[in-house]
């Protein structure tokens, strides 16, 4: 069914309500003149912590570097999903844009039209299965990379046969019995290794089942330097600037340690978890085949996991799933391994701007045959850009960077009076050799390397690529030259109507 109301054009749209989408909201409404409306399938604020329903789900990097640079955190590092929802919507509160707010729409095509300059969304009201239609002279896509509605659900032989409950994190039951039960959770990164002490808190007896480990970092859930930088009534939004630096150079130092030493990197991890769990275990459970800082490494708060295994409440069992039978699931062993409940941590699978069909002047965009622009625009899609972050670092560094920067680009086409903007590479450029989006060399999660061949294609160098690396963004975002021969602007039609409107010869749509 379609609206039969008018349809709304605004400057800017943004679609997304998570982090990304109320940081880019944020800005705009701190630093544009730009109206803009935000769009989001779900009901209410927050993507990722609103649809992460799953015992004990938080955060898997801390909240000085995850949280916005404008507003200071000041919680544990590690923060619960309850914490980080009312964190996501203080932040839309306190920049006063809640009624620019559009939940329960979600959005299923965006039409470009050179003609008009405009782009047409076109969304469906959850409830109601009504369709509406948005305009916007500039679109945000400030979705994320995951696609929350399928994740990742592997199929093994057997499943039919299990006579227990197969549960994905990502569609918890919230009627799920957990006291006194026999949980097997299948996976070891971040979701796994926090869902398993969570159950056994609640009484359960559970069982990490993994075909291969992760590097499990253990550290305290707490900021030395905020502790003491508090005691002496440092203002909160000092403390979260020093302590988001600090944190954002140790990382990146321990990063460039961990590459250029694998071994010794390799050492110090595993050293952490050797001491709270012994060599041997350590050595059969949770020593990985890959370098270090080539897969995400999983924060263990207080190295709850370790503390739950030592009384008893979790096991371990790193053995690949031959098929699942009536009474749990067989590894390849021969191993039984029981269960009343299988949790599939499994993961997800990438979406590619939020899986919404897109339309350039009348034809399908080829979006994996674009070229990318610093990982922000992309050559054949004017007025656009997608907040899409680093995959080894805290996703808001690179998000709150992207905002500067569109801030910066909306306001320099609003002083030159431009309504359209592309990027593309000058002739010489654009014969180079095409590459893929990331380097599967030196980072290869599944959930990449599945969803690699949708993603766009880079040059190798700087605009056309991705860093992937924050220091680097740190110094090339802020300096991108607006007026640089990458960036091809026009004035567009509806600034031609303005003008004339202007002028008194035409009335303004």
Not at 134 to 141: A, G, K, Q
Request: with cysteine; charged share 25%.
């Amino acid at each position: 069914m379609t609206s039969s109301s008018e349809t709304l054009h605004v400057d800017v749209i943004v679609v997304g309500a998570g982090i990304s989408g109320i940081g880019a909201a944020h800005h705009l409404a701190a630093d544009t003149d730009r109206d803009f409306i935000v769009l989001d399938s779900n009901s209410g604020v927050g993507g990722t912590w609103w649809t992460h329903r799953y015992p004990g789900a938080r955060s898997d990097s801390d909240l000085f570097q995850y949280g916005f640079g404008f507003k200071p955190w000041t919680g544990a590092p590690i923060a619960r999903r309850d914490e980080i929802l009312a964190y996501l919507n203080e932040a839309v509160d306190e920049a006063g844009f809640r009624e620019a707010l559009r939940l329960g729409h979600e959005v299923i095509s965006a039409e470009w039209s050179s003609a008009d300059t405009v782009w047409a969304v076109r969304t469906r009201l959850i409830a109601t299965g009504e369709i509406v239609v948005f305009t916007c002279t500039f679109l945000w896509m400030c979705q994320g990379y995951y696609r929350h509605s399928t994740p990742n659900q592997p199929i093994w032989e057997g499943m039919d046969d299990f006579r227990g409950e197969i549960v994905h994190p990502q569609h918890w039951p919230p009627e799920l019995a957990i006291a006194d039960r026999e949980f097997v959770v299948v996976g070891s990164g971040a979701t796994a290794a926090t869902i398993v002490p969570a159950l056994a808190r609640e009484g359960a007896h559970v069982t990490m089942l993994q075909r291969s480990p992760t590097y499990f970092i253990p550290i305290p859930n707490v900021s030395a330097t905020a502790e003491k930088l508090r005691a002496l009534d440092i203002p909160a939004e000092w403390i979260h600037e020093i302590c988001r630096r600090e944190g954002l150079a140790a990382f990146y130092a321990q990063r460039q340690w961990a590459v250029a030493h694998p071994d010794e990197a390799r050492e110090a991890l595993l050293r952490g978890v050797r001491d709270l769990v012994g060599e041997e275990t350590t050595r059969e459970h949770f020593t990985p085949r890959y370098a270090p800082m080539t897969q995400r490494p999983v924060i263990v708060p207080d190295g709850d996991f370790f503390a739950q295994m030592n009384e008893g409440r979790v096991g371990v069992v790193t053995e690949a799933i031959e098929r699942f039978v009536p009474e749990g699931i067989l590894t390849v062993s021969g191993r039984l391994v029981e269960a009343d409940v299988v949790v599939t941590a499994t993961g997800f699978d990438m979406n590619v701007l939020g899986d919404v069909r897109f339309v350039i002047d009348g034809e399908d965009l080829r979006f994996h045959e674009s070229i990318t622009y610093l990982g922000m625009l992309f050559t054949g899609v004017p007025n656009m850009v997608w907040t899409m972050s680093h995959y080894n670092a805290p996703w808001t560094l690179r998000a709150d960077l992207v905002s500067q920067f569109v801030v910066r680009l909306l306001n320099h086409m609003r002083e030159q009076r431009y309504e359209r903007v592309d990027v593309a590479p000058a002739e010489e450029e654009s014969a180079a050799e095409l590459r893929e989006w990331i380097d599967t060399a030196v980072w290869s999660p599944g959930y990449w390397l599945r969803g690699l061949p949708l993603m766009p294609k880079n040059l190798g160098r700087a605009p056309w690529y991705v860093s992937n690396d924050i220091m680097t963004d740190l110094v090339e975002i802020p300096a991108v030259d607006l007026e640089a021969t990458e960036f091809r602007y026009s004035a567009g039609r509806r600034a031609d109507v303005r003008a004339g409107a202007a002028r008194g010869e035409v009335a303004e749509p």
